[in-house]
């Protein structure tokens, strides 16, 4: 994926997203999946609480990292 396209394929979402919409901006994946990744700090992010807040920044470099390997 270029990254030109990585950057722009999010433009519908806000700025910060929780768990559930994480799913679905990577191609909707589990929610397990999702905690993994949080967990071993693949994405980074923000935990309030027992909520997980990740910002949409954070998303993008995750997945431009993961187009590069």
Do not use: A, T, W
């Not at 910060?16 to 700090?41: F, H, P, R, T």
């Not at 990740?54 to 993008?60: D, N």
């Amino acid at each position: 994926i270029k990254n030109y396209q990585i950057d722009n394929m999010f433009q519908e979402y806000p700025d910060v997203v929780n768990v559930k919409v994480l799913c679905e901006m990577l191609g909707g994946i589990s929610i397990k999946s999702v905690y993994k990744l949080l967990n071993q700090n693949k994405i980074d992010h923000l935990k309030i609480g027992r909520s997980f807040l990740i910002p949409k920044y954070h998303v993008i470099q995750y997945l431009k990292n993961e187009s590069n390997v």
